[in-house]
């Protein structure tokens, strides 16, 4: 600042002291003195002000009086000089705090974009899961749709969603918490299409007939290797497999010690769901399952079990009708008691591996493990695989002194028993006579 009458203040020695003049000022004439300060013309002093390390204490605020419309401006810039510093001061910090709080919204700007861009994107996936939409039906392309053991009706809407049948997984299952019938679902495979309607998806599955898996029924009084031909057609499993199955360490593993490795006897007669997925071990090992829990069932002992076995596969091959079944089993025991040989077509047709209503003489003249005319005694091993009641014709046998019988019509079954030989030639004349009547011709001849 030119030709300023004042020095410029610098520090703490800014104003003079009590006494004093102001340091560096030059007196002039017509200046009055006011408390040991000089005053100039057109100036103004402050009354009883403190210097403390360059600022000014006043009572209360940096307060004036009324200074007019001629003060000098100056003079006032130069009393606020350190009011100046405290401003710029805070214009600073309050530049920094505005540029810190724009840094922080837009950080928090770009965190909020990219959740909503993340949301967008996997929107889709929590909304299949938890919208509770429904496909309109009727569907299109058809799926193939398996049910499995123990699946819940969740379990299974959320297979049929993943597998694009349904909708939602919630879709299925607000479908099933309408319909009683939902607890009934049976496992296996059922024929759907893609995008059907869940209810129409629930009303398939609800219905047993509509179960793709197919039904194999094994017949009572089969051998083991007619019931793997039957299962490998099924299946799609060759023959092959099941021979090597047989022998293994999984399937042998079931079978009583009186068994001696051998499955025949032991595969239960019964209709089976067996698909190209379950192995013919498997297979295998659940037909001896039931075989065994029929004979624990029946509380028959594990060294006992082939015994009952060989009767109950010789009365599955020699019966026909229920009410035989029981004298059957104990004409058997009755030949054994006495001893006789028990002279059954059926062990000579099992031997030679030949299904008819007669033998040859040359086939019962056949020496081998199971031909009953030429051994003495039960087969070596079961003849058939026998179904529940002829077990339990085995376990209890009928009261009666019979030794003979013979089925005189074999279309119908009927069978006479006889306790003397001459009686049981009747019998066999009967059966001979019904072999030769012209509607039957070629049916017993070899």
Not at 8 to 25: K, N, Y
Not at 212 to 221: A, H, Y
């Amino acid at each position: 600042m030119t030709d300023r009458p004042l020095g410029e203040p610098r520090g703490e020695d800014v104003w003079g002291h009590e006494t004093g003049l102001v340091g560096g000022h030059e007196e002039h004439g017509g200046d009055h003195r006011h408390n040991g300060h000089d005053l100039h013309e057109g100036e103004y002093a402050y009354e009883d002000t403190d210097v403390y390390d360059g600022e000014y204490a006043h009572d209360g605020e940096y307060g004036h009086e009324d200074l007019g419309d001629d003060h000098d401006p100056e003079v006032a810039a130069f009393g606020f000089a350190e009011d100046s510093r405290r401003a710029r001061r805070e214009r600073r910090n309050a530049g920094r705090g505005v540029r810190r709080f724009l840094i922080l919204f837009v950080a928090l700007a770009l965190i909020a974009g990219a959740g909503f861009l993340g949301f967008t994107a996997l929107r889709p996936l929590f909304d299949r899961t938890a919208d509770s939409s429904d496909y309109a039906g009727p569907g299109g392309a058809a799926a193939r749709f398996t049910v499995n053991d123990g699946d819940t009706g969740r379990a299974i809407g959320t297979n049929l969603q993943n597998a694009g049948i349904v909708l939602t997984a919630k879709a299925f299952v607000d479908a099933c918490s309408a319909d009683s019938r939902c607890a009934g679902i049976q496992p296996g495979d059922y024929a759907l299409k893609k995008e059907m309607k869940a209810a129409d998806v629930l009303a398939v599955l609800v219905d047993p007939k509509n179960r793709q898996n197919p039904k194999v029924t094994v017949r009572e009084g089969l051998w083991a290797s007619e019931i793997y031909a039957l299962l490998g057609k099924a299946t799609k499993h060759p023959v092959s497999d099941y021979e090597a199955a047989a022998k293994s360490t999984e399937v042998l593993a079931l079978l009583p010690p009186s068994a001696a490795g051998n499955v025949e006897g032991y595969l239960f007669p019964a209709t089976y769901e067996f698909s190209e997925k379950d192995s013919p071990a498997t297979q295998l090992s659940t037909m001896i399952g039931k075989t065994v829990k029929v004979l624990t069932d029946l509380k028959i002992q594990p060294d006992q079990a082939e015994k009952i076995l060989i009767i109950a596969s010789i009365v599955e091959a020699e019966a026909k009708r229920t009410e035989d079944r029981a004298k059957v089993a104990t004409v058997v025991l009755n030949r054994l008691a006495k001893p006789m040989r028990l002279q059954l077509d059926s062990t000579v047709s099992y031997g030679v591996k030949k299904r008819a209503i007669t033998t040859t003489d040359a086939e019962r003249a056949s020496v081998n493990g199971w031909n009953t005319y030429t051994k003495d005694g039960l087969p070596i091993g079961p003849i058939s695989n026998p179904g529940l009641a002829s077990i339990q014709a085995a376990v209890a046998p009928a009261d009666g002194a019979w030794l003979f019988f013979v089925a005189v019509n074999p279309d119908t079954g009927e069978t006479k028993f006889a306790t003397t030989q001459a009686e049981h030639d009747t019998y066999v004349a009967q059966f001979q006579a019904w072999c030769n009547a012209p509607e039957n011709q070629g049916k017993c001849s070899r």
